[in-house]
């Protein structure tokens, strides 16, 4: 059995410094009032017992408060004063140097909260070293200067999450869409280089991938590219071809028909092609932007973006390729194939693909050949898009969706960015972006009601006052921001192109950026409250009453202030652990609510409910209609690589009920002895869950790839233990 420290490194458990510490406070208390050699034994016997029986490592402060309980409950009044003083008076020496501890654990690679902060981040490298060191500061500025006392201490009890305060002390926003096409088409200046218009498809994609970075490196959540804004230049290489082509049989003297120049002018573009797609692959997964870690980016396949016709054909190629080498896969240092993580991937259904016979459906059949063995892409309906936000556009990064544009067929929000692709009446999206989220834990709501109904939604107003409160602070934060700050995002067309020294405030109203609400643990909430799951007719009218009464306070808040509130699925990772501590911390052990070490995501169906694909789709795809802000569905599959049929099946499920899914399956690998099936995650002898391989008996994590998707995107670097037990309590929906 581990503790985890204040400096967040992982140490063994030792009962004896519990009882040192209770007998010190004892032995500073007159002898009339101070406790039996019994008592404090038995107090160190129950605390011990109590941090054996979590199933995870737990916190110096979780145990200090048990011990302080355990002493009151013993009715040694003064004994507790004598500890809790002590305690004071230790955290008022430790406030002086915590950042500093916790930066020193981070170079000796011994902070484990590190290890298992992001599944995408190896806190061992250096540069990942750098931002989690910035980070620290960054989270004590926020906290000592930046953040009200209530705030702060709500985010700390586990009432809200102040999302990224480890970026806070910067004017930074969330996510973005890019707008990438204006880049191309009309220049761009990276690190202070002019960078014209690209002449060929190859040269294009390259420059994208130098966009990627530069936008990761100045903004810290995801970004989303679009394969449309590259289908352009692949009839500039076509021509580029053809004359290249006929030059070359000229010089030569032969003769050739015009159609036979044209085979091996489009041959030598599809090579171009696949360099290219190529090179947004590798690019991606090996570039290491300055928080080291590969760019959070989702690359966008939608037909229907651009024109019927020619345009349309060259960008089914794109996409074709892009799914063609997603299947393949990347090599790892043992030169094999293996699913990465990035780019992410998602491909819209429409009418022009869903069924046999529609033109593209090869490319869906495709697509559900790469799901099956790569778990991505994953899948948005134009048809249910259309019907909630009326056009059909990506999200930025994994899930954060924008609000729709409620102002280019009127023509009154004009052009604020100054974008050089800027049409008037078209309905804009690439180059809006989020201004960052704070979330409320349901479940906390509810525990805090003790399942009062009048209390829940008394105390529920008062968490949406303060949820605004909070995110009000994250939006006058980015007010004043010059254009200097970041001039790839503000000056020079990934967001706008602003002139140096003007404010980014014109781009933080009017719709033009949204500000999300979070939530999660729905589906604990509604255990709480009613006993029952939200799939059932009750639960159901409950977890909606929920969902409406969060979006009536963003409704609320954006007439008064013209900012763009919007309701958020938040795709919690390291949080879901720290949430479920503090819920176990604050109402202890309740059956079906606070005893797992995780909390589930939005308004998830419980990993552990036994229930059907297609049924779970159906079901949470009313909750989705009303998380606009961003939310995404998923189905835990087994392998389906020999049954691309029932992908299909569910793919057309997922076109007809509900605007954004994804499967999940599994993809590992045993670098010690080459086994390919699933890494399984078992208890080690100290209540740790591990990873291992059912094969060999592995369990180094660093000598195997595994692959989860744990919060919308794919997860490579392993989990904390309340996700890790999640992943391992998954139900499969088919």
């Known amino acids: 059995m581990n503790v985890i420290k204040r400096s967040g490194e992982e140490a063994r458990f030792d009962a004896k410094k519990i009882e040192n510490a209770v007998r010190k406070a004892n032995e500073a208390t007159a002898a009339g009032k101070q406790m039996s050699e019994e008592q404090i034994l038995g107090i160190t016997y129950r605390v011990a017992d109590r941090c054996r029986r979590m199933n995870r490592s737990a916190g110096v402060e979780e145990i200090q408060d048990m011990v302080e309980n355990e002493i009151m409950s013993e009715k040694a009044y003064t004994v507790a004063h004598n500890y809790i003083t002590y305690r004071y008076e230790r ?27 992001n599944s995408n981040k190896n806190p061992t490298v250096n540069s990942t070293q750098r931002d989690y060191m910035a980070g620290e500061v960054s989270k004590d500025i926020t906290r000592r200067f930046l953040l009200p006392q209530e705030i702060s201490e709500a985010h700390d009890k586990g009432i809200i999450h102040f999302h990224d305060t480890d970026y806070f002390a910067q004017p930074m926003y969330n996510c973005c869409l890019v707008n990438l096409e204006d880049m191309l088409q009309n220049g761009t200046v990276i690190s202070g280089t002019k960078i014209e218009r690209p002449h060929s498809f190859a040269t294009a994609c390259n420059i994208a991938t130098q966009i990627i970075a530069q936008v990761a490196s100045n903004q810290y959540g ?41 085979k091996i002018a489009e041959k030598r573009l599809r090579n171009e092609i696949k360099a290219g797609i190529q090179t947004i692959q590798y690019q991606i997964i090996t570039l290491m932007t300055t928080n080291g870690q590969a760019p959070f980016v989702t690359v966008y396949m939608y037909l229907d973006e651009v024109k ?36 992410k991937l998602i491909y819209v259904l429409d009418e022009d693909n869903i069924r046999p016979g529609s033109k593209y459906y090869d490319l869906t059949v495709l697509a559900a050949k790469c799901t099956a063995k790569r778990m991505v892409p994953d899948y948005i309906s134009a048809k249910m898009m ?23 067929d009127t023509g009154t929000f004009g052009n604020p960015e100054k974008a050089l692709n800027y049409t008037p009446g078209v309905h804009k999206y690439y180059g809006r972006f989020n201004q960052g989220v704070v979330t409320l834990n349901l479940v906390d709501v509810a525990c805090s009601s003790e399942g009062d109904m009048d209390r829940f939604w008394q105390i529920m107003n008062e968490r949406l006052d303060l949820c605004h409160r909070a995110l009000r602070i994250r939006h006058e934060h980015l007010l004043g921001t010059p254009s200097d700050v970041a001039p790839i995002l503000w000056q020079y067309g990934a967001i706008a192109r602003l002139d140096k020294g003007e404010v980014i405030d ?43 009464a969060m979006n009536d306070a963003c409704a609320k808040w954006k007439a008064a202030e013209n900012i763009d509130y919007s309701v958020y699925g938040t795709p919690i990772e390291s949080t879901t652990y720290r949430f479920a501590k503090c819920l176990q911390e604050r109402f202890g052990i309740i059956k079906g609510v606070t005893d797992k070490n995780y909390i589930t995501n939005s308004y998830h169906v419980h990993v552990t409910e036994e229930i059907n694909a297609f049924d779970k789709l159906t079901k949470e795809a009313e909750f989705q209609s009303l998380s606009p802000g961003g939310a995404i569905s998923y189905v835990e599959v087994p392998n389906m690589q020999n049954n691309i049929p029932a992908v299909l099946a569910l793919m057309e499920h997922i076109y007809n009920v509900i605007m954004y899914a994804e499967l999940n399956t599994k993809s590992d690998y045993c670098q010690v002895c080459g086994y390919d099936g699933e890494i399984e995650i078992v208890e080690d002898s100290h209540h740790k869950l591990i990873w291992r391989c059912p094969n060999c008996g592995n369990t180094n994590q660093d000598k195997m790839n595994v692959a989860r998707r744990t919060c919308g995107y794919i997860g490579t670097q392993f989990w904390n233990q309340g996700r890790t037990q999640e992943i391992k309590e998954r139900v499969l929906h088919l």
């Open 386 to 408: 259309r019907e909630l936000k009326g056009d059909v556009y990506g999200c930025m990064g994994c899930r954060s969706f924008l609000t729709p544009d409620r102002f280019t």
């Open 308 to 343: 019927e016709g020619p345009l349309r054909d060259d960008l089914a190629i794109c996409i074709e390729e892009m799914l063609n080498q997603r299947i393949e896969g990347v090599k790892n240092e043992k030169g094999v194939w293996i699913t990465p993580a990035f780019p």
């Open 222 to 262: 995801g970004q989303t590219v679009t394969l449309s804004h590259l289908a352009p230049f692949v009839e500039v290489s076509r021509q580029k071809y053809r004359k290249q082509v006929a030059e070359e049989f000229e010089e030569a003297g032969l003769d050739a028909s015009q159609e036979a120049m044209e």
């Open 506 to 548: 014109p781009l933080l109203y009017n719709g033009y950026s949204t500000i999300s609400l979070g939530y999660a643990g729905l589906a604990e909430c509604v255990y709480r409250m009613l006993g029952v799951s939200h799939t059932s007719e009750e639960g159901k009218e409950f977890g909606l009453a929920v969902m409406k």
């Open 91 to 117: 955290a008022l020496v430790r406030k002086a140097n915590t950042t500093d501890r916790q930066i020193l654990s981070l170079i000796g690679r011994n902070n484990e909260e590190a290890k298992q902060e």
